[in-house]
């Protein structure tokens, strides 16, 4: 079965300084992979994804995200933190076979500091 | 592009009663639309997956005869909380893609937030 992790509930940083939101994937066969953020009683907004091709993945907000194949992980990353990035970020993958159906992982809240 | 909407966002209601949601794409055809439950502090929970023209499939565990899912046209489901009891209180999101391929992004709507009193 598939499954997604996202090891840490909580990513502090300082305004300013680079961030990295961990995201781990279990799924048989190719996996593509999202980023989302949500705000405060907000739905989802997409920020990038992974199919095919290169492995660094640039998407919205100046965020990027590298899928690494043989440590089964795809990082979300900034250069530098702004404290409107704060918010709650889910990774998630759709798995081989269903479609496009998300599989998401538990979210880390991001709070960036001034 | 890709703007999802819900209406309404936000809904207080007397136990009992039911409760529609609608959740449309405003700026492009949604052939599959997905409802999630999200609880506080939570990941999303999958309710359903809804097709144009078809009837949806639930999750295991979803009611589907508590909620209702109707994808009539190709920028428009609704989510049906039939005789809502304050269990059913949470925050719901739905997304819609324009194709079900996997590598077909979801985008989603701002959710509703439903009390139950």
């Known amino acids: 079965a598939q499954s997604v992790a996202q090891p840490e509930d909580q990513v502090n940083v300082a305004e300013g300084n680079p961030l990295t939101v961990k995201c781990t994937y279990s799924?048989?066969?190719?996996?593509?992979l999202f980023w989302y953020v949500q705000y405060p009683n907000r739905g989802l907004q997409f920020l990038l994804k992974y199919i095919t091709g290169d492995n660094l993945v640039k998407g919205s907000y100046g965020f990027e995200a590298e899928f690494n194949k043989s440590q089964t992980s795809f990082h979300l990353k900034k250069p530098s933190a702004l404290v409107s990035d704060s918010a709650l970020y889910f990774c998630?993958?759709?798995?081989?076979?269903?479609?496009?159906?998300?599989?998401f992982g538990g979210g880390t809240r991001l709070m960036v500091k001034p | 592009g890709a703007v999802v909407s819900q209406h309404p966002s936000w809904v207080i209601c007397k136990s009992g009663t039911s409760v529609k949601i609608e959740c449309r794409s405003l700026?492009?055809?949604?052939?599959?639309m997905f409802w999630y439950r999200q609880f506080p502090k939570q990941s999303l929970m999958l309710m359903a997956t809804?097709?144009?023209?078809?009837?949806?499939?639930?999750e295991q565990g979803v009611e589907k005869d508590k909620f209702l899912i109707n994808h009539a046209s190709l920028t428009l489901s609704t989510l049906t909380v039939t005789s809502a009891h304050p269990e059913d209180s949470s925050f719901y999101i739905c997304?819609?893609?324009?194709?079900?391929?996997?590598?077909?992004?979801?985008?989603f709507g701002p959710g509703t937030r439903l009390l139950v009193l």
């Open positions: 700026d492009f055809q949604a052939t599959t």
């Open positions: 997304s819609a893609s324009a194709g079900y391929s996997q590598s077909e992004t979801q985008y």
């Open positions: 998630a993958v759709t798995p081989n076979s269903a479609g496009n159906m998300l599989t």
């Open positions: 799924v048989s066969g190719n996996p593509y």
């Open positions: 809804s097709n144009e023209g078809s009837k949806a499939t639930y």
